[in-house]
């Protein structure tokens, strides 16, 4: 079964940090692209990072350039987020994603690019 399990996250204050992880399973192809998405109440599913299988091609909504770091350890199949400088606009569920099919995606922050989610978890940032 395949299954994205993910760890982290939670309440920090304005200007801090949090790291959440998602650890994938039930399967050995490593060629999926891999996202995260961020969902707040109400509101639509936006995409907040993504990279390639190979890690070699990052993408960042505008929103986080330069504060969140998206990166993945092949060997562990384990998708990594680092999230610096958080500012409240940050708060939101969190889920991480992998891509319906292999290789190559043009629509990396669209979710109906990607099939299989992680259960979400929640990050709060307080001002």
């Known amino acids: 079964q395949v299954q994205l399990v993910q760890s982290g996250g939670g309440s920090v204050q304005a200007g801090g940090s949090l790291r959440l992880s998602c650890a994938a399973s039930g399967y050995t192809d490593r060629r999926y692209y891999m996202g995260w998405f961020r969902q707040v109440s109400g509101k639509e599913r936006e995409g907040v990072a993504a990279?390639?299988?190979?890690?070699?091609?990052?993408h960042y909504a505008d929103s986080v350039k330069g504060r969140f770091i998206i990166s993945r350890d092949n060997s562990e199949n384990t998708l990594y987020l680092q999230m610096n400088s958080l500012k409240p606009e940050d708060t939101a569920v969190y889920y991480c994603a992998r891509a319906s099919t292999n290789g190559y995606i043009n629509r990396v922050f669209d979710p109906t690019q990607f099939n299989v989610w992680g259960q979400g978890t929640q990050v709060t940032v307080s001002s």
């Open positions: 990279i390639s299988p190979g890690g070699i091609t990052i």
